[in-house]
């Protein structure tokens, strides 16, 4: 399993971005995936996270302003970002968690998000 991140970008405070994943591989309804996300000097954290189902689950700190998504059809995943804030600046992963391999978590290369005037 191979996933390719992008979307990343610089936004303004208030303006919105969508990420992307896109996995490899014929097991894509049997993985669930999550955002995470590392801002300079921090620890990585989870942001978002959806199960192979399609049922979400959001760190508090996005509920409201981020949505995942996932197109099992297209084997990606979406992050929809809205209404974002300086505190969101970050590097954002994506991670697959391989149902089908016994649990197995694979990480994308990450992609940048700055959030600035």
């Known amino acids: 399993v191979q996933l390719q991140a992008s979307g990343g970008g610089l936004v303004q405070p208030g303006g919105s971005l969508r990420l992307s994943c896109a996995v490899s591989g014929d097991t894509f309804s049997l993985i669930h995936m999550g955002w995470h996300r590392q801002a300079p000097g921090k620890q990585r954290e989870l942001v978002a996270r959806?199960?192979?189902?399609?049922?979400?689950d959001y760190a508090d700190s996005v509920k409201g302003r981020f949505t995942i998504s996932r197109d099992n059809a297209k084997n990606t995943a979406y992050l929809q970002m809205n209404n974002l804030n300086t505190d969101d600046t970050a590097v954002y992963y994506c991670?697959?968690?391989?149902?089908?391999?016994?649990?197995?978590?694979?990480w994308g290369q990450g992609t940048l998000v700055t959030v600035s005037s």
């Open positions: 991670r697959a968690t391989d149902i089908y391999a016994g649990g197995k978590v694979y």
């Open positions: 959806i199960t192979n189902t399609g049922v979400p």
